[in-house]
């Protein structure tokens, strides 16, 4: 066995909230192309990224969720029209109260993935992981929930 390989690297736990019409569909597409993306993700469909409020991110924090990833429609291509206009006026309110309570807001994410875009899927579900890696486990933030 190899001595010198790190035993103590730091896997985040993240909560992806996905939009089943265009995020879930995306990390499937990734899935089945059998694109490379983290197994740190805990996938959870919801039927519209506007569906997700605040209190489903603070519940995933509370739980555990060392980071919060919430991917939904492009903007224009929201399956209800206007949903996903609703979660970009709450999400910065979001952040705001994440900074108040002590969660460093890097630790969220909103972004837009449709179901074509199944590398634009893995490469942010990559570089979340990579930056709530570098954050350190939550608890040692000193949140306690
Ligand atoms: Fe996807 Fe509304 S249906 S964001």
Same mark, same amino acid.
């Given at each position: 066995m190899n001595q010198s390989i790190d035993q103590t690297i730091f896997e985040p736990r993240i909560v992806a909230f996905l939009c089943n019409w265009c995020s879930y569909a995306g990390a499937d597409n990734a899935g089945i192309a059998r694109m490379e993306s983290p197994a740190n993700v805990l996938p959870i469909r919801v039927?519209? *990224?506007?569906?997700? *409020?605040p209190e489903m991110v603070m519940r995933a924090f509370r739980s555990g969720a060392d980071g919060v990833l919430v991917l939904g429609c492009h903007i224009g291509d929201c399956h209800y029209i206007n949903g996903n206009h609703r979660t970009i006026k709450r999400m910065p309110l979001l952040r705001n109260l994440l900074s108040y309570i002590g969660?460093?807001?890097?630790?969220f994410r909103l972004d837009w993935v449709s179901s074509a875009e199944a590398p634009k899927f893995a490469q942010v579900t990559k570089e979340f992981v990579e930056v709530v890696r570098g954050l350190g486990p939550i608890v040692e933030e000193g949140w306690v929930g």
């Open positions: 039927m519209c *990224s506007g569906r997700v *409020s969660i460093n807001p890097e630790r």
